[in-house]
Nanobody, 126 residues
Framework: QVQLVESGGGLVQAGGSLRLSCAAS????????MGWFRQAPGKEREFVGT????????AYAESVKGRFTISRDNAKNTVHLQMNSLKPEDTAVYYC???????????????????WGQGTQVTVSS
């Protein structure tokens, strides 16, 4: 069982930066691949990026590639999403999620992930 708590959201102007954090409970954090997803009003939840259990591999949606960076610290049970050059279309609730090592499926599919945080709002003004 993993509990996830996001923080770091807020209001920022276009072109600005935010760093989201996700704190995880439990002693098995390093066994979970972690993902970030977002959901804008009236839209489906969409993939932002993912990071492997060790942190050695990352993957990103095309819309954020080159602007967003995911990192993790397994010693501190945390995962971060550094967001630079923010655009108004990045406005959404951002969720971190954990994928069990026994879960199959693509890492860009929300249904693949087993545990979710409550989300943190990111608003980018133009």
């Amino acid at each position: 069982q993993v509990q996830l708590v996001e923080s770091g959201g807020g209001l920022v102007q276009a072109g600005g930066s935010l760093r989201l954090s996700c704190a995880a409970s439990g002693r098995t954090f390093s066994t979970y691949a972690m993902g970030w997803f977002r959901q804008a009003p009236g839209k489906e939840r969409e993939f932002v990026g993912t990071i492997s259990r060790s942190g050695g591999a990352t993957a990103y949606a095309e819309s954020v590639k080159g602007r967003f960076t995911i990192s993790r610290d397994n010693a501190k049970n945390t995962v971060h999403l550094q967001m630079n050059s923010l655009k108004p279309e990045d406005t959404a609730v951002y969720y971190c999620a954990a994928k069990s090592p026994y879960s199959t499926g693509s890492n860009d599919n929300p249904g693949t992930f087993n545990y979710w945080g409550q989300g943190t709002q990111v608003t980018v003004s133009s």
